[in-house]
């Protein structure tokens, strides 16, 4: 069963507005959030993160915000730019000593000029 | 800093052949990961080690080996190579010292099983 759920694959967006990327998860246990940007043939770098006990968290362009009673996030990238495009994955850690991190399938960000 | 390297970038093997995906970080970090990502999916936890010594299986170990004997190389070890292990073969890396645990990626290694 899938912890982490992204059900969007793909998302087209014009240059200069907004994008919203969803992600869904099933474990209350979750104590926090992370989202990774991944380019082809390049490996997923960190993004940005959120604390179970907060609701929102701003990075310049980019703000994840956290509902917990609908256990679902959202990232918004604004205002989009052709160089945002890339695969995007929420992930949560476990509890574990090693922080395991279960990811989402990802969302594949294109942003058009 | 180089951070986390891995090689060979691309590789196709024979089923039944054997490799070794190398992986080394320059960071210090305790705790290491194999992770595989299939097409149009998420990615896997294959193995983890939380120091030289110590490794634990993952979601998806089978078919898989590793060992750590030092803090900056994790090897992954294919000993028969099987179609179903044709996929993208991400290391990872993180201080493992806090609960804000940013994992750091390689770029990955491809292997197409024939």
């Known amino acids: 069963d899938q912890q982490v759920k992204q059900n969007s694959p793909s998302l087209s967006v014009q240059e200069g507005r907004i994008s919203i990327l969803n992600c869904d998860y099933t474990?209350?246990?979750?104590?926090?959030f992370l989202w990774y940007k991944k380019y082809p043939a390049e490996g997923p770098t960190f993004l940005i993160s959120i604390s179970s006990i907060k609701d929102k968290n701003e990075d310049g362009r980019f703000t994840v915000f956290l509902n917990k009673s609908a256990k679902h996030l959202s990232l918004h990238i604004v205002p989009s730019q052709p160089g945002d495009s890339a695969v995007y994955f929420c992930?949560?850690?476990?509890?574990?000593?090693?922080?395991?991190?279960?990811f989402g399938s990802g969302t594949q960000l294109t942003v058009l000029p | 800093n180089a951070g986390v390297t891995q090689t060979p970038k691309f590789r196709i093997l024979k089923i039944g052949q054997s490799m070794t995906l190398q992986c080394t970080q320059d960071m210090n970090h305790n705790y290491m990961y194999w992770y595989r990502q299939d097409p149009g999916m998420g990615l896997k936890l294959i193995y983890y080690?939380?120091?030289?010594?110590?490794?634990d299986k993952g979601e998806v170990p089978n078919g898989y080996n590793v060992s750590r004997s030092t803090t900056e190389d994790f090897p992954l070890r294919l000993e028969l190579a099987a179609p179903s292990q044709t996929s993208v073969y991400f290391c990872?890396?993180?201080?493992?010292?806090?609960?804000?645990?940013?994992?750091?990626f390689g770029p990955g290694t491809r292997l197409l099983v024939l």
């Open positions: 992930a949560a850690p476990d509890s574990g000593s090693a922080r395991q991190l279960t």
């Open positions: 080690s939380v120091g030289a010594g110590i490794t």
């Open positions: 474990n209350s246990m979750f104590d926090y």
């Open positions: 990872a890396s993180s201080y493992g010292t806090g609960d804000w645990e940013t994992q750091y």
